[in-house]
């Protein structure tokens, strides 16, 4: 383990060549207590028509608390794992309030009003929570569907400090692998609407570097679990 150790940490100088010497000793003393999340910078994104400033702080976002119904769709356990990023190294971000919002199987939004629908009133499928002293938070959803000119994804929204003068604001989107997309798509309630028309390629949102917003997905039971780790900078 003290081998272990030692060459993990001898690892980290030569990754933090360029910092300061107080964030590599950071980054060292939080590997040794096993806590070091893992610093991914991430790009930001439109944030699209369809989000709501709604007062919804839950971790199961399927139902809908309007009339307690429940979005069919297979299971998806989203995590986020977020850290601070900045001259002391990169360490868990506590506190941080994570909005996520998506349509449903057959790529309907909750509370907006579209040329193709119109559920204002309902709540399915929003909510925000605070990440806990390990910059973690976990949302119950589930896996998306499609609607025309977008391909599959989830939006999200990270602020820190929302009533204060320095608060921070990210909003970026999610996206998935096209060959699971297309495996679960087959299945209903997601095959009532058909075979979506567009992929991660010819979305024009994805191209601008959505390749690295790719959410991970393995097996949870009967759906699926995915854990996001996302980095903000701060000076």
């Not at 599959?152 to 999610?174: A, W, Y």
């Amino acid at each position: 383990m003290l081998a272990f150790l030692g060459a993990a940490a001898a690892g980290l100088l030569d990754w933090g060549c360029g910092r300061p010497q107080a964030a590599i000793r950071a980054q060292a003393a939080q590997l040794s207590a096993g806590a070091i999340p893992s610093c991914v910078r991430r790009p930001e994104q439109i944030e699209g028509p369809y989000y709501i400033e709604e007062a919804l702080q839950r971790s199961d976002i399927r139902s809908d608390p309007t009339d307690g119904s429940i979005r069919p769709g297979v299971p998806l356990r989203l995590i986020f794992q977020v850290s601070r990023d900045d001259k002391r190294g990169c360490t868990p971000l506590p506190e941080a309030v994570v909005h996520v919002w998506q349509c449903d199987a057959l790529g309907v939004y909750s509370d907006v009003r579209d040329r193709n629908f119109d559920t204002r009133g309902k709540k399915f499928l929003r909510g925000h929570q605070l990440t806990n002293e390990r910059g973690i938070v976990e949302f119950m959803t589930i896996y998306p569907g499609w609607y025309p000119g977008r391909t599959v994804h989830i939006h999200f929204k990270i602020r820190t400090d929302p009533n204060g003068p320095k608060g921070r604001e990210f909003t970026s989107q999610l996206y998935f692998d096209d060959q699971l997309t297309d495996e679960i798509h087959r299945l209903p309630p997601y095959n009532a609407k058909g075979s979506r028309t567009t992929t991660n390629a010819t979305d024009l949102v994805f191209r601008r570097r959505g390749n690295q917003l790719l959410l991970p997905l393995t097996r949870d039971g009967q759906g699926y679990r995915g854990t996001f780790d996302i980095a903000l900078q701060f000076a």
